[in-house]
């Protein structure tokens, strides 16, 4: 066996159709909240099916992972596998660095504020707040860039440091007082996910990041003073949300090195575990709670891993054993990912109040109830998502596709 490195490959610029199906994946999973199978699965409680299904198509209240909260993260680390190909791409065009680099600034601050575009619909004005899954990585998307042109060494070097210096930021914040009011910020007195000791620093609306907000969002305009988010999000959690993005640009250096598919995968798979055990870890032993709605280093690596996981999945299946037919639905929404969540976004009760005028009395009542009122969400959502994809499939089909 050669001891020679494997270099990257400079001439095949290819699109893979293992990363647009993923991203598909993905976005399937958002788009797919229309169906409310939290709803449907209310009316039956002793089903482990249904049970399974509410829990996976929801997000968990504090720490933990559900299906669904790894929407966001792979959404960011894809954005980090992709960019590798984009700059081989730019670079074979003869695109020089600064151009390149004034590309990626106009990206980021697109990214940045067509997320607070989404969160701003239906306000009376700008609803200036940066915790939409496209303002992160919109703020974290230029340094990403800069760390695209490292080895993928001293990429994991900067993971580190980025990991490292936010998780002593928020250990270094004091916690707050016995008199602090929680019931103020949102959080109710008999809210069962406070830590304790260390873990402490990272308990819902009473850490750095919450702090940071208190004074940044307010000063923006707004409705009325921020005082807190009911979710607990927060626009500090870009930073680790570029070390996700991260984590993918090194899968994507792998992706694009002159090596055999088999060692991409098991590279892809020994990052994932030992992502996911050192997030594990972290959790157990207390250094650092896992929760996705904070972003905490923990999670960063925690959800990394299963990224990774999923990666070499998609990777070995459709690239690999060609696949691709198999997974078609998916590469249509993936390849189209930016229209698709604007689509999840806007679109939603424009198309159901559609169907309601339309065909409301088709059949002499109201058609999504004809299997019975338990499954009319189920029904209505699912003619919802058929038409996101029809229009999504009419714009593949003709090479219309959504770029940033």
């Known amino acids: 066996m050669s001891t020679t490195p494997a270099k990257p490959i400079a001439t095949r610029l290819l699109r893979l159709d293992s990363l647009d199906a993923y991203r598909?994946?993905?976005?399937?999973?958002?788009?797919?909240?229309?169906l409310h199978l939290s709803r449907v699965a209310q009316a039956f409680p002793d089903s482990q099916v249904w049970q399974w299904l509410k829990f996976n198509t929801s997000h968990v209240e504090w720490g933990g992972c559900s299906l669904h909260d790894l929407i966001q993260p792979s959404f960011s680390f894809l954005v980090g596998v992709s960019l590798p190909f984009s700059i081989a791409s730019r670079q074979a065009k003869g695109q020089s660095f600064a151009r390149m680099l004034l590309h990626a600034v106009w990206r980021g601050?697109?990214?940045t504020f067509l997320g607070v575009f989404?969160?701003?619909?239906?306000?009376?004005?700008?609803n200036f707040t940066f915790e939409d899954t496209l303002s992160q990585i919109g703020l974290g998307y230029v340094f990403l860039f800069l760390l695209g042109f490292l080895r993928i060494r001293w990429q994991v070097v900067a993971l580190v440091l980025i990991l490292a210096g936010y998780w002593g930021a928020f250990a270094w914040y004091p916690l707050p007082g016995l008199d602090f009011d929680y019931s103020a910020v949102g959080v109710p007195e008999t809210w069962p996910f406070h830590h304790s000791g260390l873990a402490a620093h990272w308990n819902k609306n009473s850490n750095l990041a919450w702090a940071f907000d208190t004074w940044f969002l307010n000063l923006f305009p707004r409705e009325k003073p921020f005082?807190?988010?009911g979710g607990g999000y927060a626009t500090l959690s870009f930073i680790p949300t570029l070390g996700t993005m991260v984590l993918g640009l090194t899968a994507g250096g792998w992706l694009r090195l002159d090596t055999t598919r088999p060692r991409k995968i098991v590279y892809l798979l020994l990052a994932g575990g030992a992502c996911l055990?050192?997030?594990s870890a972290l959790d157990r032993f207390d250094v650092c709670p896992s929760v996705k709605r904070i972003w905490t280093p923990a999670w960063t690596l925690y959800s990394g891993g299963l990224c990774y996981f999923f990666l070499a999945g998609f990777y070995g299946f459709v690239d690999g054993l060609g696949g691709r037919p198999f997974v078609y639905p998916l590469v249509v929404i993936g390849a189209n990912s930016i229209a698709a969540y604007c689509m999840a976004h806007w679109f939603n009760g424009n198309v159901e109040q559609s169907f309601r005028t339309h065909f409301y009395n088709f059949v002499g009542g109201d058609v999504f109830?004809?299997?019975g009122e338990t499954y009319e969400p189920l029904i209505r959502g699912g003619a919802v998502l058929l038409v996101y994809w029809l229009i999504l499939f009419w714009m593949h089909r003709r090479k219309v596709f959504v770029r940033i």
Do not use: D, I
């Open 118 to 126: 989404l969160r701003s619909s239906g306000r009376l004005q700008t």
């Open 227 to 229: 005082t807190h988010n």
């Open 369 to 371: 109830k004809l299997a």
């Open 277 to 279: 055990g050192a997030g």
């Open 24 to 34: 598909g994946f993905v976005m399937f999973l958002m788009m797919a909240e229309v």
């Open 109 to 111: 601050v697109l990214l």
